[in-house]
Each structure stands twice: as structure tokens, then as C-alpha cells.
């Protein structure tokens, strides 16, 4: 039905940047009978719950976790079902598998779906 793979994850020093791409795929997104409602990008670090780092709802605009306002960009290009995290300045706290999510809605019901995950280390 949708894959989603992830890439960009990998190791860098604190202060670096890296820039996460998520590829989605699959028979929804043919014959317009579904709607992308959100996509987002999810971190979760060993220990820790998963947690939202920046989203794009279907309403419009975005939404930054606090942690990563500033220094943090989600973007798009929905004709091409990508979806893109920029992330500069990257501190040690900010080390965490990186997941993608996407919302699709058809039929009048909400499909959701994750990729696999990307790992991001920061060193200090």
C-alpha cells in the first residue's frame, strides 16, 4: 500500500548539519483516491518515547518541537512524495532514530504509516 524510506541519517560533530529524505511510495498514492492529511518527522532516543520534531499538516504551515525551533527545517515536494528534514546546528541531544510518518486519508478513514528509521549520532 505506501512505503516510506528514509536516507541522510549517519555520524557528525556537534554544531554540524545533516538533511533527512523520505521517499513515499505505493498504490495510494495513484488515481488521486487518497490525500496526503500530514506528514512529520518523529526522533526517538534510546530510553526515551518517540517524539513529534517538526510536522506539515494538511491545514498548512509547520510545526517545531521547542528543542529544534531555529535550527530545524520540514519540507516538501508533494508531487514527487518527498518529504525533508534539514537540520543544522545539531547537538548531542538531538542523537535519536529518525522516523517518517505520513497521514493518508481516503474513503473516510485515516491511514497511517512510518518508515523504518534513520540514525542521526551527534558528538561533542
Known amino acids: 500500500q505506501v512505503q516510506l524510506v528514509e536516507s541522510g541519517g549517519g555520524l557528525v560533530q556537534a554544531g554540524g548539519s545533516l538533511r533527512l529524505s523520505c521517499a513515499a511510495s505505493?498504490?495510494?498514492?495513484?488515481?488521486?483516491?487518497?490525500?496526503?492529511?500530514?506528514m512529520a518527522w518523529y526522533r526517538q532516543a534510546p530510553g526515551r518515547q518517540r517524539e513529534l520534531v517538526a510536522s506539515?499538516?494538511?491545514?498548512?504551515?509547520?510545526h517545531y518541537a521547542d528543542s529544534v525551533k531555529g535550527r530545524f527545517t520540514i519540507s516538501s515536494v508533494n508531487a514527487k512524495n518527498m518529504l525533508y528534514l534539514q537540520m543544522d546546528d545539531l547537538q548531542p541531544e538531538d542523537t535519536a532514530v529518525y522516523y517518517c510518518?505520513?497521514?493518508?486519508w481516503g474513503g473516510g478513514y485515516d491511514y497511517d504509516y512510518w518508515g523504518q528509521g534513520t540514525q542521526v549520532t551527534v558528538s561533542s
Open positions: 505505493g498504490s495510494f498514492f495513484e488515481g488521486g483516491l487518497f490525500s496526503v492529511n500530514n
Open positions: 510518518y505520513f497521514v493518508l
Open positions: 506539515i499538516p494538511s491545514s498548512g504551515g509547520t
